[in-house]
């Protein structure tokens, strides 16, 4: 071995070392404006400093892949502003733009060590990602679906999607439950993630969950507590969107939001604002229809009343014609009567005048006669003035007949009727108000 020559090398420090001051004193000795996608995020408990793998990608690929920190002493203002302008927090996915100076470590190796994040480039960035999902969902017929759902009459089975803990849930329930008009709902929570990376895969969860159960149910209710400083990016999700658009029960949302809306507010059957604001709306919507149903009830009542005194007027009309014929009748056979027993007084007297006194006994039997006459002439005009009576509306009434009227007008012939007509039939003690269902003749009706 003795002889041999290496030739010069250099160590791995002094390589690295190299590179360290290749990179940070000769090309990027200022800091840089760029531009990268977050693929990892994670802050540290216990130092405080915020790690990121920063991306770029091409239809999914990845491009380029860099090391990126925020340090504790710059962490939290950096963060605060960026929510402050955006009302979200820093998130795997999000597009930032960042001033940031490159390091290499001679261990850790090369990454950026991030100063400043521009907001107003990230909020310009989710405003086009929700502009683009909004424009696939209306292209594919989707946007407007769950609002052309009908809204049931009674809004009272909810199936709510929200978290167990947040107070949104809380007040939602206390003002169903305790809503001053006393309306019943029945509430089933069905428990969900809202905030992290795991909020659009359980609420696809949830909504498949009730769908397995969406006949138990009248509509579905989205809620969460918050204000505009909590992060809403899961609700900018094109997945969630389709699947709410495309449910089969009209879906409501409240996820407590006052900046923007979320492309979940657009799709849904009815968007608002907070989860009381929800429960106000189904409230509101049961006072309504209930006033609807009390005003309705009115006019139905008006009718029938109405209606009832047609028919009083009517039954007294026809009545009175029945009394007025019947007097008629009885004045006429009473004065025929008379009449033709005056005749027949004078001529019995002329035949008696005549015969004298010897036709005596032949006159008292014709006298006889013409009283046996009379008495069966009143026995007949009293049974005819007892048929009559026997005949009135009221007495016919009370013997089990019915008198039927279609339109104020009575029915004497089943070809007056139709099928689905409505009909009203007088008893002797009160009406009945029926539908036809079929109107045949005799013939038939013996089958």
Known sequence: MEGLSYPSYLTLKELAQGLKDVIEDYYFSAP??????????????????????????????????????????????????????????LERGMKVLFLARLRFHLVHGLSLDIKEIDPSYSLGEMMRKKREILERLEREGLLALNRSLPFPLFPQRVAVISSPTAAGWEDFVDHLQNNSHGFSFFCKLFPTLMQGDKVESSLLSSLEEIKEEQDSFD????????????????????????????????????????????VLDYVAHTSLKTPTAVAEFLVDWMRKVEEEIDEEMKRLKEAVRNSEEREKYVLATLAERWAERVRALLLSSKEELSLCRERLLVHSQRILGKIGEEQRAYWRQVQNLVEKKISREREMLERTEQAIRFLSPENVLRRGYSITYREGTVVKSFKDLQEEDIVSTRLRDGWIKSKVEEAYGRKQSEL
Not at 55 to 67: C, S, Y
Not at 226 to 244: A, E, H, I, P, R
Request: with cysteine; proline share 1%; glycine share 8%.
């Open 32 to 89: 840089l404006w760029v531009v990268a996608e977050i693929a990892e995020i994670r802050l540290n408990s216990h130092t405080g400093h915020c790690y990121l793998e920063l991306v770029e990608k091409e239809d999914d690929q990845v491009l380029a892949r860099m090391k990126g920190i925020i340090w504790a002493s710059n962490y939290s203002s950096v963060s605060s502003f960026f929510q402050e302008v955006t009302g979200r927090n």
């Open 219 to 262: 509509v579905v209710v989205i809620i969460r507590g918050g204000g505009s400083n909590v992060d809403l990016s899961c609700f900018d999700s094109y997945l969630l969107g389709k699947t709410v658009a495309a449910f089969s029960l009209p879906v409501l949302v409240g996820i407590g939001h006052e900046r923007d809306d979320t």
